[in-house]
């Protein structure tokens, strides 16, 4: 999200517009307590036009929430 500059509102508003009902509260509780569920990252990676991650980004990512890799 923050690469693609998108707020938590906006994503809310582009899964409605696929017809997934998520309130921007409700993403940012999801991410933050880290249960966001698989089908509504692929729905959220749709929504965001994500084609790949890499393994760099995914590796940033897990550091950033703090989890400890190699």
Do not use: F, P, T
Not at 12 to 34: F, H, M, P, T, W
Not at 36 to 49: I, K
């Amino acid at each position: 999200m923050s690469k693609r500059g998108v707020k938590y509102q906006q994503l809310s508003e582009r899964l409605g517009a696929i017809g997934i009902e998520q309130s921007a509260d409700n993403l940012r509780n999801k991410v933050n307590k880290g249960i966001l569920g698989a089908d509504l990252l692929l729905q959220v990676m749709y929504v965001l036009n994500i084609r790949q991650i890499d393994r760099q980004d995914l590796h940033d990512m897990l550091q950033e929430l703090g989890v400890k890799v190699d």
